[in-house]
């Protein structure tokens, strides 16, 4: 286990200095950002005095080796167009994200697993051909649609539900939540839905797939006929067998919420990492780019280590294999 | 004969394809007596296992019973609605499936599974389940049972995952277990000892079994009586010793005269020419007759039920010619 332990450690490292030289070379090759700072007139004297300080004529190693430093500490430096720090601007929008992306992971599980489960055991129900129906809607349909779709029908149409921001938000330390007011939680709906959606139809299609092997095993069988009832099969014995496939899904598909929760964000107009991604790019505002690419090899980093201890809990049969290496 | 504690009459069991009705198990009827046990060979598809499978009412569909009915101490269970019918499952009936190595859920500890099985049929607790499960691995003969009860079934043999196996099927005290090959899946040195330790613990707990195996040494050895099937019918049942040294059935004599022995005097193994026919072209009349070398006229015409010859019953022309020439 602490073998498994230390060897997932350097891997992490491995990608993540990886990522850092990408991003690093993003400096190098999307222009001059001086350009973008300073207005049409501004006097060559200036522009060389901005360039020092913000260190762009240091030789290429001394730049290279300030910008790793400063990204163990996660400091990236200060945002060309809105002159904040990085990390700052980052620590502001990344609540948003996370609660905006969990909250569309658990709509994904809470409704993609039982479905996924009742279509596998019902495979003829008319229910079921109404879920998968659902499913085919939900993998075929593009996301910025979707969103359109449900804020036309339930913020222009019912005028039940908000079309864009986050509502009011709590501060609980530098973390701004919209988990604990009413309009908070009205505003989450919507673009959690959206960006769920495609996750949901995904996990149910799997679970519906998984289920549909499980079933046929021997052990399955020899519940039957051991008399356990039904609830205890499909659930228990079943349901289990088929979460480690299910699991690696859902870990990267968290990923990606997090990572590309641009479009819905943008739809939306979600204060999250994914807006201000977008309106970095326009600003070709390097330091956010690069701390965003890096912020976003660390979640999936995180997440699939995370998965492998889910692994671990689920399935003995790895533990022995973890522990045998 | 004690009364049967199951009891099977006309059972028939068909498979709906798209070109047809196939007929897996077709008009077979027997007995199981209290305590005994019942072996049932054939060759692969001769129906042995369709009918385990349907006494348990465990058939996949579009599998079904069509006809006859089975009776488990008298009361009808073939028609019953799926929950009463679970309740029988494990409780009354219990299976031991051919392959231990998939029989059991990998990811649950041994001891859950038979916690689980012993709760599902007996109001106990979870503390008075867990000394039981204890005391069923120590009976199916698992060493130091209070620690392996917490082991995964990966963590077993295959020997020792087919004992937890029967402790499973035994964990409710059933009347009637059946075992569907219990033995095929496991290396030759361990098939005896299975053998042995199925047979023990039901002669001590007074359980009946139907044993479906295609080793006739294991009948031979194990079973009180026989059931020879052949093509979804059963060609002849009796006792075991006069069905094994004085078969009547021409299939039967096939089978047993191509058991080896290490003999040095015994003639050349026999065997029977041919092939089992396929479900969808079982042939008319008696559907061993074109591998029959006995074969008579009405063969191909008629099909032969059973009629008793001594202990037996034994579903050939031949001896019910030979009854009838006899003048009895």
């Given amino acids: ?325 | 004969m004690t009364r049967p504690v199951l009891s099977v009459r006309g059972l028939r069991v068909e498979f709906p394809t798209r070109k047809g009705v196939l007929v897996a198990v077709d008009d077979i009827s027997f007995d199981i007596a209290e305590g005994e046990v019942l072996g049932v060979v054939g060759e692969s598809g001769a129906g042995k296992s369709m009918t385990g499978s349907a006494v348990i009412g465990l058939i996949e569909p579009p599998g079904r019973i069509a006809g006859g009915e089975v009776r488990l101490d008298g009361r009808r269970i073939d028609n019953l609605p799926y929950e009463e019918m679970r309740r029988i499952r494990g409780r009354r009936i219990g299976m031991i499936f051919q392959d231990p190595l998939t029989s059991l859920n990998p990811l649950y500890r041994i001891g859950d599974q038979i916690v689980e099985t012993i709760r599902a049929h007996a109001p106990v607790g979870e503390k008075a389940a867990r000394q039981r499960a204890i005391a069923l691995l120590g009976d199916v003969g698992i060493q130091g049972a209070e620690a392996r009860i917490d082991s995964y079934p990966h963590q077993f043999s295959g020997g020792m995952r087919q004992r937890v196996v029967i402790a499973l099927a035994l964990a409710a005290d059933p009347e009637l277990v059946i075992a569907d090959e219990p033995t095929t899946a496991l290396d030759v040195s361990i098939q005896a000892q299975i053998i042995q330790l199925l047979k023990r613990l039901c002669r001590e707990r007074g359980t009946a079994v139907m044993l479906i195996t295609h080793d006739m040494g294991v009948i031979a050895e194990t079973a009180d009586r026989v059931a020879v099937m052949y093509a979804g019918r059963i060609a002849e049942i009796g006792p075991v010793r006069d069905v094994v040294q004085s078969p009547h059935h021409p299939y039967t004599k096939g089978l047993m005269g191509s058991i080896p022995t290490l003999d040095a005097n015994a003639p050349r193994l026999m065997q029977i020419p041919g092939a089992m026919p396929r479900l969808n072209a079982i042939p008319k009349g008696c559907a061993f007759h074109p591998r029959c070398m006995e074969a008579l006229g009405r063969c191909w015409q008629d099909r032969p039920e059973p009629a008793a010859i001594g202990r037996s019953e034994v579903a050939c022309w031949l001896t019910a010619g030979a009854v009838a020439g006899a003048g009895r």
């Fill in chain 1, 1 to 325: 286990m602490l073998a498994f332990a230390i060897r997932r450690v350097i891997e992490a490292a491995v990608v993540m200095l990886t990522v850092a030289l990408l991003a690093f070379v993003l400096f190098r090759f999307v222009g001059d950002p001086v350009n973008q700072m300073v207005g049409q007139d501004t006097p060559l004297e200036d522009r060389i005095r901005i360039r020092q300080e913000l260190g762009l004529d240091d030789p290429v190693p001394v730049q290279l080796g300030r910008f790793l430093w400063g990204a163990v500490r996660f400091d990236f430096g200060i945002s060309y167009q809105v002159k904040q720090p990085v990390a700052a601007l980052i620590a502001e929008r990344f609540p948003a994200t996370i609660e905006l992306a969990l909250a569309a992971a658990v709509f994904a599980v809470v409704l993609g697993i039982p479905m996924g489960v009742y279509t596998g055991i019902h495979r003829d129900s008319w229910l079921s051909k109404i879920f998968l129906t659902i499913s085919l809607i939900g993998i075929s349909l593009p996301t910025f649609l979707i969103g359109i779709l449900l804020i036309y029908l339930f913020a222009v149409k019912l005028g039940v539900l908000p079309s864009f921001g986050r509502g009011e938000v709590v501060a609980i330390g530098f973390w701004r939540t919209g988990l604990l007011t009413a309009s908070g939680l009205k505003a989450l709906i919507l673009p959690a839905i959206t960006l769920g959606l495609f996750q949901m139809t995904l996990v149910t299609r799997l679970v519906r797939s998984e289920m549909l092997e499980v079933l046929r095993t021997d052990y399955i069988r020899f519940a039957r006929a051991r008399g356990l009832a039904s609830r205890a099969i499909h659930f228990g014995h079943a349901l289990k067998n088929t979460l480690v496939p299910v699991i690696t899904i859902i870990g990267l598909q968290v990923g990606a919420l997090i990572a590309f929760a641009i479009i819905t964000e943008t739809v939306f107009q979600w204060p999250g990492m994914g807006l201000l991604f977008i309106q970095s790019v326009q600003n070709a505002d390097i330091p956010v780019m690069a701390a965003y690419l890096m912020m976003v090899a660390l979640l999936f980093v995180l997440i699939n280590f995370i998965v492998d201890l889910l692994y671990v809990a689920v399935d003995p049969r790895i533990r022995i294999l973890g522990g045998a290496s």
